[in-house]
């Protein structure tokens, strides 16, 4: 089946500090990749659409220069946590179409951001 | 405004009981339904997709029917390893999750 990794799995940082969480498609090539956030015990939240080769879509209310999204290629898209802040710790997981013809989208495995 | 309610929040079955999970939606215009599985800390995986009231889906123990105002999914004789949350979600312009049924499963 489809599988989509991220890493790290768990990163722990400093406040003022930025971190880059990698999102790859191992075995399909995905043009088009979404960024979540999940807090403890809630929903999935969808951040931002990610595209390949263009900028990408941020849903109201998630700061771009904040959350930097940059999908360089068909198999990869980054998330960059700018001046992290305690308020920042949350599960962030992304997600990918497997064609372009299917709606159902795969999840990687997430990456726990801890912000002291 | 498009929103995902899923009840109950937690349910505790024996191992053998059958029991339904509850999603009900309103939505626009639902392009799909979507049902996943998640495991603690982990990302979500990928169970069924329904498209139109009347349709059903089934693997291994676990059902899943939709309706034009909900969906259930109905787990028979479940084991302790279908521990896990269960996350309903609707695609209208974008995914659109409900809060999850956490299931606990005893020997």
């Known amino acids: 089946g489809a599988v989509v990794s991220q890493h790290p799995s768990r990163v722990i940082c400093k406040s003022g500090t930025s971190v880059k969480i990698e999102c790859r498609s191992l075995d399909f090539q995905a043009t088009t990749m979404f960024w979540y956030r999940q807090f403890p015990k809630q929903s999935l939240m969808l951040m931002a659409t990610s595209n390949e080769g263009s900028k990408a879509t941020y849903e109201q209310g998630v700061e771009k220069d904040k959350f930097l999204i940059n999908h360089a290629s068909l198999t990869l898209s980054t998330l960059t946590v700018t001046s992290a802040h305690p308020e920042d710790s949350s599960f962030y997981i992304c997600?990918?179409?497997?064609?372009?013809?299917?709606?159902?989208?795969?999840f990687g495995p997430g990456t726990r951001l801890t912000v002291l | 405004e498009d929103q995902v309610t899923q009840s109950p929040e937690a349910l505790r079955l024996q191992e053998g009981e059958s029991s339904s999970l509850n999603c009900s939606y309103t939505?626009?215009?639902?392009?799909?339904l979507f049902w996943y599985r998640q495991d603690p800390g982990k990302g979500p995986e990928f169970l069924f997709t329904?498209?139109?009231a009347g349709e059903e889906k089934e693997k291994e123990r676990l059902k899943a029917t939709l309706t034009k105002k909900e969906s259930f999914l109905h787990i028979t004789a479940p084991k302790p390893e279908d521990s896990a949350t269960y996350l309903c979600a609707v695609e209208d312009d974008k995914l659109i999750f409900g809060t999850g049924t956490r299931l606990q499963v005893f020997p």
């Open positions: 329904l498209y139109s």
């Open positions: 939505v626009s215009g639902l392009r799909g």
């Open positions: 997600s990918a179409y497997l064609t372009r013809s299917t709606d159902t989208q795969y």
